[in-house]
């Protein structure tokens, strides 16, 4: 059974940084990708980054392009998203989802979900 587990979230103040870890484990193979998604109170869920185990191929939505990393370490099966330039705007729950495939624009993992890991960015 696939299980992700979600933790790195906290109080930031603007301006400043978070890793935001999920480990995953179940999977059999590496045909699979990882997705951060955020949903802050009464705003529609947002898909934030996504992964490929196999390739580290990777996407981020525009509003943390450039000030977000997401990075894989396989032998750790543990997909980090390292989020820099905080802004009030990016606190949200943050959960991780994965699915077998491969990350892309259109990767919407819909399969396995982390409980979710609450960021709070101060002003």
């Known amino acids: 059974e696939v299980q992700l587990v979600e933790s790195g979230g906290g109080l930031v103040q603007a301006g400043g940084s978070l890793r935001l870890s999920c480990a995953a484990s179940?999977?059999?193979?590496?045909?699979?990708?990882v997705a951060w998604f955020r949903q802050a109170p009464g705003k529609e869920r947002e898909r934030v980054s996504c992964?490929?185990?196999?390739?580290?191929?990777?996407y981020y939505t525009v509003s943390v392009k450039g000030r977000a990393t997401i990075s894989i370490d396989n032998a750790k099966n543990t997909v980090y998203l390292q989020l820099n330039s905080l802004k009030p705007e990016d606190t949200a729950v943050y959960h991780c989802?994965?699915?077998?495939?491969?990350?892309?624009?259109?990767?919407?993992?819909?399969?396995?979900w982390g409980q979710g890991t609450q960021v709070t960015v101060s002003s």
């Open positions: 179940g999977f059999t193979s590496d045909i699979y990708a």
């Open positions: 989802a994965a699915d077998e495939g491969y990350c892309s624009s259109s990767y919407y993992p819909t399969g396995y």
């Open positions: 992964i490929s185990a196999s390739d580290g191929s990777t």
